[in-house]
């Protein structure tokens, strides 16, 4: 099955612990990015990968940093997570930076800091 | 600055009438829009999309009207269905001319939750 798997689903941590929230996905797609779901802001664009070795920032990076060392995995670091890191996760991925009209998402990992 | 906008929180419709939820735009290099529709605990997934030189686009109940002068562009669900009750997001694509990082981003709207009563 086609699929963008996250892990984990619901992490609650504290002010400073460094964390990891895995992303994965089957499909072969070259195009990965995060995002943050927050009430009344919608999906904001965290960073992005066109492919292996290939990141950038996207609207609200601060706080986070990526890696793309393999095709089917982006995991999103929160070195040193703050209060205003508390949201709702999203990793997604397209075949192609051509293709995210057809985007796959994750299902969503939710982080509480305090 | 925000460059896609879901002005309706929220929209409660009765089961078999139209729903119809707006997005409104302001840039014009977008070349894709899409609605997303998420339900608790779930990612979003992909409804239906609207390349920007068309001005409709059907599939089954769900149908985009696009209109680039006002750069307005809007989902009708006819009939809605208690299954539809959800949030939906509006999002559009950097187009080839949007230029550098931007290509191939998704801009999305704040979301509306669509309620449909039985």
């Known amino acids: 099955e086609a699929q963008v798997t996250q892990n984990p689903r619901y992490l609650i941590t504290v002010t400073g612990k460094k964390l990891t929230v895995t992303c994965s996905q089957n499909?072969?797609?070259?195009?990965m990015s995060w995002y943050r779901q927050d009430p009344g802001l919608g999906l904001r664009q965290i960073y992005y990968?066109?492919?292996?070795?290939?990141?950038d920032k996207g609207d609200v990076p601060e706080g986070y940093k990526v890696s793309r060392k393999e095709k089917r995995n982006f995991p999103l670091i929160l070195e040193s997570p703050s209060p205003n890191q508390t949201s709702l996760y999203f990793c997604?991925?397209?075949?192609?930076?051509?293709?995210?009209?057809?985007?796959?998402f994750g299902p969503g990992t939710r982080l509480t800091v305090t | 600055d925000q460059q896609v906008k879901q002005n309706s929180p929220s929209l409660s419709v009765q089961e078999g009438r139209i729903s119809i939820l707006n997005c409104d735009y302001t840039?014009?290099?977008?070349?894709?829009f899409l609605w997303y529709k998420k339900y608790p605990a779930e990612g979003p997934t992909f409804l239906i999309s609207?390349?920007?030189?068309?001005d409709k686009n059907e599939d089954g109940r769900f149908t985009v009207f696009l209109n680039k002068s006002a750069k307005h562009l809007s989902l009708h669900i006819v009939p809605s269905q208690p299954g539809d009750s959800a949030v939906y997001f509006c999002?559009?694509?950097?187009?080839?001319?949007?230029?550098?990082?931007?290509?191939?981003?998704?801009?999305f709207g704040q979301g509306t939750i669509l309620t449909v009563h039985p």
């Open positions: 609207i390349s920007s030189i068309k």
């Open positions: 840039n014009s290099m977008f070349d894709y």
């Open positions: 997604a991925s397209s075949l192609t930076a051509g293709t995210t009209y057809e985007q796959y």
């Open positions: 499909m072969n797609h070259e195009y």
């Open positions: 990968s066109m492919n292996v070795e290939v990141t």
């Open positions: 999002a559009a694509r950097g187009g080839p001319n949007a230029g550098g990082t931007s290509y191939g981003k998704l801009t």
